[in-house]
């Protein structure tokens, strides 16, 4: 089930640059798209969402930026901090008729000071 | 801040053996799931629970799998016989179930099976 991929594994980025992470989809039904970072040892913690209807939704460092037509959706985070590093989850639904998240691999962010 | 949680944080089990999995959801939230990740694995759903029934299940909860919400507060993942292939992180979330479909996901329940 490769419904949501992101293709890159790891990510390194020094402290005070831009990190911007990705992530395909293949379900035209997914409306509803999330990020969630996720510590060793912890569960996903959300950090923003994006829904259909919009192109671009911003909460404070992380911006995220989704293009259906691309499906295609990608985090921001400006300017990266050490605590940053963590591995980020793309998730995607589609509301009408079900709850679940279909979530990515993850990609280990990896800030560097 | 409220949050989910779960105990134990680590459950060790023979195989064969039934385990339950506790959650606490966050206390005003009308949906609850469970989800697991096998190490080096993707995050996957395994069952949504609204209205003291499932909603909705993946291929992965066969009839191994039950879930009950016994209380007002407590949401449990009983596995009745363990497999050596359950070994996996089973996180619980829950959502308001209205607009604001987030879902926010507990620390988590590590679970061996030897």
């Known amino acids: 089930d490769q419904q949501v991929k992101q293709n890159s594994p790891s990510l390194s980025v020094q402290e005070g640059r831009i990190s911007i992470l990705n992530c395909d989809y293949t379900?035209?039904?997914?409306?509803?798209f999330l990020w969630y970072k996720k510590y060793p040892a912890e569960g996903p913690t959300f950090l923003i969402s994006?829904?259909?209807?919009?192109d671009k939704n911003e909460d404070g460092r992380f911006t995220v930026f989704l293009n259906k037509s691309a499906k295609h959706l990608s985090l921001h985070i400006v300017p990266s901090q050490p605590g940053d590093s963590a591995v980020y989850f793309c998730?995607?639904?589609?509301?009408?008729?079900?709850?679940?998240?279909?979530f990515g691999t993850g990609t280990r962010l990896k800030v560097l000071a | 801040e409220p949050e989910v949680t779960q105990t134990p944080s680590h459950q060790v089990t023979q195989m064969g053996q039934e385990v339950i999995l506790r959650c606490v959801p966050i206390s005003n939230h009308l949906y609850f799931y469970w989800y697991r990740q096998i190490l080096g694995q993707k995050v996957e759903f395994l069952v949504s629970?609204?209205?003291?029934?499932?909603?909705?299940k993946s291929e992965i909860f066969d009839d191994q799998f039950s879930v009950e919400r016994p209380d007002g507060s407590n949401f449990t993942l009983k596995i009745r016989s363990t497999k050596l292939e359950d070994s996996a992180m089973y996180f619980c979330?829950?959502?308001?179930?209205?607009?604001?479909?987030?879902?926010?996901f507990g620390p988590g329940t590590r679970l061996t099976v030897l």
């Open positions: 979330a829950s959502s308001p179930g209205t607009a604001s479909d987030t879902q926010y």
């Open positions: 998730a995607a639904s589609a509301r009408r008729g079900t709850y679940k998240y279909i």
């Open positions: 379900n035209s039904m997914f409306d509803y």
């Open positions: 994006i829904s259909s209807i919009k």
């Open positions: 629970f609204y209205n003291n029934e499932i909603s909705e």
